[in-house]
């Protein structure tokens, strides 16, 4: 599945077909069950995010915005106004690919879905470049001292590789099982009317039925943050009451139409029986979706664009978030927070590296700056161009993304990564030949920890990510293992996919601009 707004022209087949062949799956994140109660975030409309202002449960924090009318009330649920609110866990599970195959058609029915999100990527990151990203950017207000941990659940029953989270959206708060991706923007679910939707679980999403529901209109300034439907432009006639229909493009016909909408979404708190309303989310009801979506409601974004979750939240959580993934194999849950945590901040292990300047104002993807990779501890011998953004024409560069599975690298520097892991590797493990997908592939068996050269990423401001062996090889049965990173075109981007930061805890902290990477065991967090 294919994370990109506003592409006119699919990939065609012909021009798929190889990367095809050299990609994987994505994983997604997504929010887990939630309990409606008493606990409401007000909105104020005068916002310049049009989000999440100011908690109710937190009256020692006083900040008058920009209309200085901003004013809370208290929770008797929550702690005394002078300390920070309980934390909000969300989980966040692994779903399985296509039940019933063997795992070598798992990878290459992900290869295919792969393939398509990596090709909008580049297609995405060339359009911001040209002034087709996001139209606009507004800065959200100071944040609270309060965090949301949320856990994403497991996706196996809806039949694929992806992340979930259980959102209660509307009211009364209604659950929906939503795909969660740091790839993509736009919040939007199914809703009814259905004019042309794909199948899932349980009902659509009924605007009818919740009365915290309503349209954004066309004159509204948030329409300018999404594209119209194609191929006519938007029509107002009248700012103040039509609607805002939007199109969102994904990739391989995937995409989204509907109406921009505010609701309310609501969470659970990690304390007993809390859980916390967050009004006037900006979100897509979509009334003709197609795609990739298999099963899952619709999709919540963590991208860096104003209409994106994490956006939203951070009026309230500020600038952070992270997540902590378990292992694959693992059937823990993993966890994303909203906010600072604690006990992250405070290992030992913790490092930094600064985010790279984005390819064009308002891009969604979060990039890094990469300066070179090291096998067995020896620094390799790529050009710096591998690892830089076409002035060209915007392709290129290298981003942290826990939607796509595995690491892809830019062509010239996967062929020296792999050629450096079939130069070191013990003689002892003998070449598995032929194996579709990745490459080198061995045979490993009757050994149940084989010994692999080291792997480690330098950043240009000199931080370097150390990853353990099952971090970049993924043992596909008994018999064969194969290194987890593939190749890219020469204009594609690097991608660090989710399988390369399992049990590592990773912050995105935007207010510093940099992102953090501490090992941790992610089924304890």
């Keep these: 599945m294919l994370f990109h707004e506003g592409l006119a022209h699919p990939p065609t087949a012909a021009a798929m077909a190889p990367l095809v062949e050299r990609s994987l799956l994505l994983l997604l994140l997504l929010l887990s069950p939630f309990v409606a109660s008493a606990g409401i975030l007000e909105l104020n409309s005068s916002s310049p995010l049009f989000g999440i202002e100011f908690p ?3 009256t020692a924090v006083a900040d008058p915005g920009c209309d200085g009318k901003l004013v ?20 966040m599970t692994r779903r399985a690919a296509e039940a019933g195959g063997t795992r070598r058609d798992s990878v290459l029915d992900s290869a295919r879905r792969d393939a398509v999100r990596i090709e909008t990527m580049h297609r995405k990151a060339a359009a911001a470049r040209a002034g087709g990203g996001e139209r606009a950017s507004y800065s959200p207000r100071r944040a609270l001292s309060e965090r949301l941990v949320a856990t994403v659940e497991s996706g196996v029953a809806v039949g694929s590789g992806e992340y979930l989270m259980d959102v209660y959206v509307g009211t009364p708060p209604r ?20 004019l042309d939707c794909f199948e899932q679980r349980g009902p659509v999403f ?21 594209s119209p ?14 609607s805002c229909p939007y199109y969102y493009w994904y ?11 505010l609701e309310s979404f609501t969470v659970n708190l990690t304390s007993p029986g809390a859980s916390r309303r967050v009004d006037g989310v900006v979100f897509g009801c979509g009334h003709r979706n197609r795609g990739l979506f298999h099963g899952a409601a619709g999709l919540l974004g963590l991208g860096r664009g104003p209409l994106s979750f994490a956006s939203q939240l951070r009026a309230v959580y500020g600038h952070t978030f992270s997540y902590c993934l378990v292992d694959h194999g693992s059937d823990a849950a993993s966890k994303v927070v909203f906010g600072e ?9 913790l490092n930094y590296t600064a985010f790279a300047s984005p390819a064009a104002a308002g891009d969604t993807f979060y990039y890094v700056q990469l300066k070179s990779v090291l096998v067995g501890g020896e620094r390799l011998d790529i050009s710096a161009d591998a690892w830089a953004v076409s002035k060209k024409d915007g392709t290129g560069g290298a981003i942290v993304d826990s939607g796509t599975t595995l690491s892809y690298f830019a062509e010239p520097a996967y062929r020296v ?7 070191r590797m013990s003689r002892s493990y003998p070449l598995v030949a032929g194996f579709p997908v990745l490459s080198p592939c061995y045979n490993v068996s009757g050994v149940e920890r084989p010994e692999v050269p080291e792997l480690a990423l330098e950043f240009a401001d000199g931080a370097v990510w150390d990853f353990p062996a099952e971090n970049y090889f993924i043992r596909l049965d008994d018999d064969v293992m194969c290194l987890a990173v593939l190749g890219t075109p020469r204009s594609g981007m690097s991608i660090i996919g989710n399988f390369q930061q399992q049990n590592f805890h990773v912050v995105y902290d935007l207010k510093e601009n940099r992102l953090g990477f501490a090992p941790r065991r992610c089924a304890e967090v």
Aim: glycine letters at 6%.
């Design 56 to 58: 109710p449960f937190n």
């Design 72 to 91: 809370a009330a208290g929770d008797e649920r929550t702690q005394p106004a002078s300390q920070p609110s309980p934390s909000l866990k969300l989980h």
């Design 175 to 194: 659950r929906f099982r939503m795909i969660m991706d740091t790839g993509s923007d736009l919040n939007w679910l199914q809703c009814a009317p259905c």
């Design 206 to 226: 009924d605007p009818v039925a919740s009365s915290s529901y309503r349209n954004v209109t066309c004159g509204d300034a948030r329409c300018g943050l999404v």
């Design 229 to 242: 439907p194609e191929p006519a432009p938007r029509s107002c006639r009248r700012p103040g009451e039509d």
């Design 251 to 261: 990739g391989d016909q995937s995409n989204t139409t509907g109406d921009l909408a």
């Design 341 to 349: 945590d604690p006990l992250l901040l405070a290992h030992p292990r």
């Design 417 to 423: 990564i792999r050629q450096a892991f079939v130069d």
